[in-house]
């Protein structure tokens, strides 16, 4: 059993690493606020197009497609060094991490013409319209229908959580096509342009951070979309679905195991501090406990990632994913809940905000935002369920 990379890969690493350190914006301007996931300020732009330019965007592509054809193995160690250093690759990460991949496998050649350079190049920015109020968990319910007429649909409906849509230049938004079909069976992909009469964003706060707008309801009154902006074949939207936006599923695992290492961390300096009867915590046998087991979780989520990708190089099925998403989101939120609690009451402030997951805001505030690690791509309880019927044999509920 080998438990490192070999020599080509890890002078990849050291390649990569030596241009981070000449080109990455400093972590204060990374950690610099921003408005929404479609926040695509001037500093972002730049970062993501010299990325771009410099076939670091997304290693495993093509250089024209800002990558320089690495290995998997390479795009792990790129992974690895960005999720350690908190180097985010775009400000709109649904552009790059989901629709670039979708046009790119779906996409017409006039599509990929019009928009996957430009999304690369951080010039379109994006958000994706799936979740509605009766379709979340259960996707293939959505109800927002898109009628055929003549060169265009026109399209009815609502969609919910859509991340970003009051700055997102276009949505990829799946819609009903046939309404008779069986429900996995009449979904379409539309390509909208968010200026098109009839679509109209209304965003809400988030309980962790008020003035963070992200989340947005979208409503469809009558909005004519050109029919060549259909997305993959008509009515098969749901492989969309299945496909594209599993693109680098088997390596986000890394940016849990980071974080709940630098969780691990951010405890351990708490244990300096006085905690509800005076003493400094660490002298506190049940916080000692505590972080000692997160110390476990962290080590054993690392190690549970890279026995899935090593299955995954060798191109085996593996369950690991669904258990990294469980594991990975649910030991970043105890360790979290655990940080506040040791506090007492004052581990309930939620007045302090800040830009960074780690290094500002209060525990209650990191401990709320963590919400967004356990909901999307699957809540926990589809995690349960799957790895419950496809890795343990149990029957469907
Ligand atoms: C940070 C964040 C960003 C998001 N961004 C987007 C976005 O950009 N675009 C978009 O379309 N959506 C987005 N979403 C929405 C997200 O995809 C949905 O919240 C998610 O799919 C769950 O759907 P729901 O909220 O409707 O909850 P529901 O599906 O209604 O679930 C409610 C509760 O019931 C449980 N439940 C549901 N079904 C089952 C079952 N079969 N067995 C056991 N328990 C079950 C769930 O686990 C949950 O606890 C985002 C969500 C978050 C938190």
Not at 285 to 310: E, I, K, P
């Amino acid at each position: 059993m080998r438990l490192k990379y070999g020599e080509a890969e890890e002078r990849f690493r050291e390649e990569l690493v030596a241009w981070l350190e000449e080109h990455a914006p400093p972590p204060e301007v990374m950690r610099r606020p921003k408005r929404s996931s479609a926040d695509l300020s001037d500093w972002s732009r730049k970062w993501q197009r010299t990325l771009f330019e410099h076939g670091w965007l997304v290693p495993g592509w093509p250089p024209e497609l800002g990558g320089r054809n690495a290995s998997a193995a390479e795009t792990m160690i790129y992974f690895e060094e960005l999720s350690r250093r908190e180097i985010h690759r775009s400000l709109n990460p649904q552009g790059i991490g989901i629709v670039a991949p979708s046009i790119r496998d779906y996409g017409t050649p006039e599509q990929q013409e019009r928009f996957l350079v430009p999304t690369l190049r951080a010039e379109i920015a994006w958000c994706i319209g799936m979740s509605e109020p009766g379709a979340g968990s259960d996707l293939a319910s959505l109800s927002t229908r898109a009628v055929l007429d003549g060169d265009r649909f026109v399209v009815n409906g609502q969609k919910v959580w859509t991340s970003g849509a009051h700055q997102a230049d276009w949505c990829v938004c799946f819609v009903r096509t046939d309404p008779e079909a069986p429900k996995h069976k009449g979904i379409s992909a539309l390509l909208i342009d968010m200026k098109t009469a009839g679509v109209e964003c209304r965003p809400f706060p988030e309980l962790s951070e008020p003035d963070y707008l992200d989340f947005n309801e979208v409503f469809f009154t009558d909005a004519a979309v050109p029919v060549e902006n259909l997305l993959g074949e008509l009515h098969h939207g749901w492989a969309i679905t299945q496909g594209s936006l599993a693109h680098e599923r088997a390596m986000l695992w890394i940016d849990y195991a980071y974080d709940a290492q630098r969780c691990v961390q951010s405890l351990i300096a708490l244990g300096e501090q006085p905690g509800p009867n005076g003493a400094p915590l660490r002298e506190d046998a049940h916080f000692r406990d505590t972080v000692a087991n997160f110390y476990v979780d962290a080590q054993a989520l690392m190690l549970l990632g890279y026995r899935g990708f090593s299955k995954f190089m060798r191109g085996r099925a593996s369950p690991e994913h669904s258990l990294l998403k469980l594991y990975g989101s649910e030991t970043v939120q105890r360790c979290l809940a655990a940080g506040m609690e040791a506090q007492g009451a004052d581990g309930l402030d939620t007045t302090v905000y800040g830009p960074s997951l780690w290094r500002e805001g209060s525990w209650a505030v990191q401990w709320l935002r963590s919400f967004a690690g356990t909901i999307p791509g699957g809540t926990s309880e589809i995690q349960r369920n799957i790895i419950a019927e496809r890795v343990l044999g149990l029957p469907r509920r």
